[in-house]
């Protein structure tokens, strides 16, 4: 019988009909799952089918964020302009639009009792939103830049946020304010999760860490060592043994007490997006341009937990487990110690719920935000067999227990085993080996990279294969028709691609012409798209006037991404950009970092400067680790890579 994987890719199939820019899957179930693109549409798919549930419609500008209602019965889905959109799945239509957010929504999560929905913008504010009243609530400052990810507490009392400005903050709903930051990550913190259970807050961030907070003491429980790669997404065990680690092409499996890894995964997924738990399965997803794929982890193969190796240890006939006493009176505790979460809903109607939770006068909305005009929101039922089943067929009322959903069948290991990643030992020194060109597409190639041309050339039938090897074979004559069809291969794809990035640089050059350099640069950054920021860097290349530390912060993460791409062309202006900061500005960095404000006096500006020199030391730490790496290639690129490892060893001196 043949072995199965560990890991395996269940499915890729294009979500829409121009780039992805977000996803995210069903927690409940693990079933389904909803993405939102440029296209200004919100897709519904049920994992592991390749055809559209339904599409919803309604947005003015693209999708930027979507998320599924604890129940799987709402998604809401933020636009680029910063207004949210509910629906109800089941009853296929519209149920709240709401307007607020000053730019575009980068996270959402709903209340453990489903009437509230928090959401995250690059405005840096934090909204509290009230489904039926049909407003905002309250709204929570304090971030300095964009706001990344935000989760409520099991419970439902707390809010955290992770940011772009490296912060990790608390907020409680009853007070209405910041009741704790947590300190210490050096990179924007990407993910926040609360554990199921216990009073314990994971965070993971671009320095490439997770770190685990104590919600009691609210101090450091333990951080991992730098991974090679930023952390993407982050995800509690459903039974809270261990957490999940999404990087790129990579899974890790995490333990707090001690913070170590259990377990790695090389993965194949790329950039991914979102991570779930369902059938003794994990589901990764990630999109790319306009392709979403979806990955699957048999967890009965993972270590998840340290008691796993001590159970085998102590595993014998001899031993037999003693029941322990409760000890009444004491609030709930976990295993660990740690006190739990009281997840049971308070017997107070929803009125007074409401009522409880701080609040302010509600405000205008902007008139740059979407109108409210339901008539353009409609829900086309892409697949109605598959709607019925998904969404539809949750509120039935069964007399027989709910059909179990099985795991995915996994595909015989017989061809690519899925080998577990494989960590270096940090104390040994492993041998640098220079890297093979085919990892880098070179710069000067005159064909298109990893295409086979022989695909596009017409196929030699059986017929035509000579019985002498050293006759070269004839090739039957096309007609112009056939000739033409060849041709036009993949046309309208990269069309699509294309004028994509032509929309996107357009608005760029609309902003940057109207003297705004800062918002056209951050503007370029939210569209994630690669190719439009080495067209930017290419213009501030040659200006280097126009660099200032603002711009510095913004682009530091950008030109680290690019760097670490496989196209040679990308690395060289991601070099060239580098290059003109670490000579214009890592002499002011040092200084300020080396001497911090002190406390006498009050010097604001000075405190600014500080607190973007900061931000920029830890993006050039993060920069060099990857330059260590890649300064052993050969030719032209690893020269350059080589220079600039000297110039950020300055930065130590």
């Not at 991974?227 to 999404?246: N, Q, T, V, Y």
């Not at 890894?261 to 059938?279: H, N, P, R, T």
């Not at 041309?453 to 000579?466: H, N, W, Y």
């Amino acid at each position: 019988m043949a072995a199965t994987k560990r890991a395996w890719k269940l499915q890729e199939f294009v979500a829409h009909g121009s780039a992805v820019n977000c996803l995210a899957l069903g927690y409940k179930s693990g079933r389904v799952m909803v993405t939102g693109g440029e296209d200004k549409k919100v897709n519904m798919w049920a994992v592991g089918k390749p055809n559209c549930i339904m599409s919803l419609s309604g947005h003015t500008s693209p999708v930027e964020c979507v998320r599924f209602g604890n129940a799987e019965e709402l998604v809401v889905a933020g636009s680029q302009s910063g207004s949210l959109k509910i629906w109800d799945l089941e009853a296929a239509k519209i149920v709240r639009t709401l307007t607020g957010h000053k730019s575009n929504i980068r996270s959402l999560d709903f209340h453990p009792y489903g009437e509230f929905v928090a959401s995250g913008s690059m405005d840096t504010n934090i909204k509290l939103w009230d489904v039926r009243r049909k407003g905002c609530i309250f709204t929570y400052k304090g971030h300095t830049d964009g706001v990344n990810c935000i989760r409520f507490s099991p419970d439902g009392r707390w809010i955290a946020s992770a940011g772009e400005d490296s912060s990790l903050k608390m907020w409680d709903l009853t007070a209405g304010k910041m009741i704790q930051e947590f300190k210490g990550h050096t990179g924007p913190v990407t993910g926040v999760e609360f554990h199921p259970n216990e009073f314990l807050l994971a965070s993971g961030s671009a320095d490439r860490t997770v770190k685990f907070w104590d919600l009691e003491t609210f101090q450091l429980v333990s951080s991992t060592g730098a991974e090679s790669g930023a952390i993407r997404c982050i995800f509690f065990h459903p039974d809270g043994k261990c957490l999940f680690g999404g990087s790129q092409d990579a899974l890790r499996v995490f333990a707090w007490e001690p913070g170590r890894c259990l377990d790695a995964f090389s993965m194949g997924w790329g950039k991914v997006a979102d991570i779930s738990v369902a059938s003794s399965q994990l589901i990764g997803a990630s999109f790319s341009q306009t392709n979403v794929s979806v990955y699957i982890v048999d967890l009965n193969t993972v270590t998840c937990s340290p008691s796993q190796i001590k159970r085998a240890q102590m595993s014998g006939p001899g031993m037999v487990s003693q029941p322990v006493p409760s000890e009444p009176a004491k609030p709930p505790m976990s295993a660990s110690g740690r006190r739990t979460f009281i997840t049971e809903r308070p017997p107070t109607s929803s009125t007074k719920k409401a009522s409880e939770m701080k609040t302010e006068p509600e405000e205008e909305p902007s008139a740059s935000n979407e109108p409210e005009d339901d008539s353009s929101n409609v829900a086309q039922i892409e697949n109605p067999e598959d709607y019925k089943e998904v969404f539809q067929g949750r509120t039935k009322i069964e007399r027989t227990p709910p059909r179990k959903l099985e795991p995915f069948p996994a595909p015989p290991e017989d061809q690519s085993k899925a080998k577990p990643y494989k960590q270096p030992a940090r104390e040994q020194k492993v041998k640098q080996e220079p890297v093979k060109p085919a990892t880098i597409v070179p710069a000067d190639r005159n064909k298109p990279a990893d295409l086979n041309m022989a695909e596009f050339l017409p196929k030699r039938p059986d017929s035509a294969v000579s019985a002498d090897p050293r006759r070269p074979p004839e090739v039957p004559e096309q007609s112009e028709d056939e000739v033409l069809s060849s041709v036009h291969k993949g046309h309208e794809s990269m069309c699509a691609v294309l004028g994509n990035r032509h929309r996107n640089l357009e608005i760029v050059r609309a902003l940057w012409t109207s003297g705004d350099i800062k918002t056209s640069v951050d503007s370029a950054v939210g569209m994630k798209d690669l190719s439009v920021m080495v067209d930017l860097l290419n213009v501030l290349i040659l200006k280097h006037s126009l660099w200032t530390l603002d711009l510095c912060t913004v682009l530091l993460p950008q030109i680290h991404e690019l760097m670490a791409s496989k196209y040679e062309s990308y690395c060289h202006t991601a070099c060239n950009a580098l290059k003109i900061v670490l000579r214009s500005f890592s002499s002011i960095i040092k200084t300020n970092v080396k001497a911090p404000p002190s406390g006498h006096g009050v010097d604001i500006s000075r405190e600014e400067r500080y607190k973007k020199c900061k931000v920029c030391h830890g993006h050039l730490m993060a920069i060099r680790g990857l330059v260590e790496k890649k300064q052993s290639m050969a030719g032209k690129l690893g020269s350059t890579f080589r220079e600039l490892q000297i110039m950020l060893n300055g930065l130590d001196d």
